[in-house]
């Protein structure tokens, strides 16, 4: 395990209510990254964070916002989820050096 | 836009021949290409990387190819195990530190 947390695992919420997806690491790693997967679109990139409160936006980000106070947490919010944003959510970490990115197990998220 | 595709959403291969998963990408800036691995209920787990610079690495039964030229690259897994079916995911790092991933492929490996 590369020490990757996201929380909660399973989320079911109502069309126009916020929602904060937490992903949370012990490894100190500098780059953090948030993805949805979707059938048929594979892992979309909505945001990445290259430092604490250093982020920017990826493919997908209208509808989402992210914060990093702490190199160890980077946060995820839908301010009012819709439908679309039903989804599976991964996390990743990744070293300055590195190439690869460690995933976490992901957060599957239903608005109805 | 998709900056990095794989066109076959499936693929199935019988135990013990190779296994071969294409991508192409379009951004020629791309600094490193790797492959994941991807089983149902779990995160995707790295399975091998290759530098803009080269245009082969392998290890073990897993070897990639980059043909820069026609922005293509692919997985080759020799022989194939039916422990190796599961989603593979392409993916490119930009030098922004962007990582982006293909649509993925499901490789069936039959016994």
Known sequence: DAGIT??????????????????????????????RQDPGHGLRLIHYSYGVKDTDKGEVSDGYSVSRSKTEDFLLTLESATSSQTSVYFCAIRTAQGTEAFFGQGTRLTVV | DQQVK?????LSVQEGRISILNCDYTNSMFDYFLWYKKYPAEGPTFLISISSIKDKNEDGRFTVFLNK??????????????GDSAVYFCAALTGANNLFFGTGTRLTVIP
Do not use: D, F
């Open chain 1, 6 to 35: 996201q929380s909660p695992r399973h989320k079911v919420t109502e069309t126009g209510t916020p929602v904060t997806l937490r992903c949370h690491q012990t490894e100190n790693h500098r780059y953090m990254y948030w993805y």
């Open chain 2, 69 to 82: 030229s026609a922005k293509h690259l692919s997985l080759h897994i020799v022989p194939s195990q039916p």
């Open chain 2, 6 to 10: 794989q066109n076959s959403p499936s």
